[in-house]
């Protein structure tokens, strides 16, 4: 909002990896090898419909195609028209019925050849909207109210499309399938080209080799919190009850989405895991800072982007009523996502509250942008190039979601956190016990309490730690790591 065969054991790596003796392992190095050819790819991505995980796959995509290979996006309808400009094809899909002119839906096959408009993430907007009281609600009580739907609301998608995939994959002809996904489409596993997953999520999501899920849950390689949770790394309390309320509520789905998966000619999907692991190669978009292989390692297939900042972003010039600011007032950046800010009561408590502090800000307004009235400290729009923008501010407001984390990280800028669903109270819950930002309660939070964590993350000590932070991560370059696995895995099938 994550696989495939995993190990029993082995031993650990000095890098925090358990040896996959059992599994097809594409090593780090290869991954930075020239290709032993210069034909073109053809590359499939499907990201999830939302922006977060789409954004991620269009950075991945962007440096392929620079590299002279076709790219070719399975997006949901709602994209139409919007990534074609960046020079990828467009293969769509619909994860529902789709409206057409006189009301009625498509042909129940799943692809998306009505031509009608749509609001690009319009499935998981319209979806947001409609469970968004859900949020106010503890991450315990969000599994049965929120995260079942949220569930079967991916699982119908996958089914409902898996006709027009087969269709599309034969097609296009990939010589290599990237899902950044939480569920399963057997379709992309029985096509018979390479498969390699990316978790654009908390890596929580994650399974490692010697992790059992389950009410019980005995993980002898080390704990790491429930995903979905929220709750703290170095306190225990609640993970078990968390754990038997997820078995409880989410079982049976899975029994069922399993069933049908392996009807498909897919493998079976590992116990309550929605989408399978490659067995080839995996990614996952989450800095070394903050991970959490220490306590939890992984296995040899999963490669760490530590962030993947895409590079098609416009320049932004910062408007003159945020520019020029007196002494003690910072520039900061607000955004709860695309989903998040359709949350127009809570934006306009955001800004309301902000508007009485010292400082300036740059306000993300997402979909409901013409309800959100903005004071004179404060400059915005419905959508702005966010890699564009955190590089020129001091500090973020953010939900935690995935993308804007790691982004902030990368660009050395610690973080207010105000999750919202999903993911997001883990990643909001480890940037503040790792001291990279302050969690705050997103619908109860006083102006105290937002004065008090500005003034944290603000500080000089703060401030110069993330500073230090971005500069390594950015070192390390995460984007073309990404670009030279997929590439490597890809050679090593179509030349093979």
Known sequence: MAGGPVTSGGPVTSGGHVAAAELAVVPVASATMAPASTRE?????????AYGPTNQCVGLGHVLHARGHRVVFAAEASWRGRLAPLGFEEELVDLAAAPTDDGSGVD???????????DAGAFWKDFIRETAPEFRKPTIDQLQGFLRPTWQALVDGAMFCEPALRTMLARVSPDIVVLDNVVAFPALLTYGAPYIRIVSCNPLEIRGPLEIRGPSSVRPAGTVPPVFSGLPADDDRGWAAFRAEHDRTHRPLWQSFNAWVVEQGAPPLPDLEFVHTSTEANLYVFPEEVDYVDARPLADTWHRMDSSVRGTDTAYDLPEGVRDRSPGSALIYLSLGSLGSADVALMQRLVEVLGRTPHRYIVSLGPQHAEIELPPTMAGAEFLPQTSVIPQV?????????NTTTESLHFGKPMVLLPLFWDQYDNAQRMHETGHGVRLSTYTFTDDDMTAALDTVLAPAMRDKLAEVGARIRARDGLT????????VARRHADG
């Open 41 to 49: 790819l053809t590359v499939l991505f499907m990201p999830e419909s």
């Open 481 to 488: 790591r990404g670009v030279d696995l997929i590439e490597a």
């Open 108 to 118: 129940g096959t799943g692809t998306a050849d009505t031509g009608v408009e749509q």
């Open 394 to 402: 001091d500090a973020v407001i953010t939900h935690g979601g995935n």
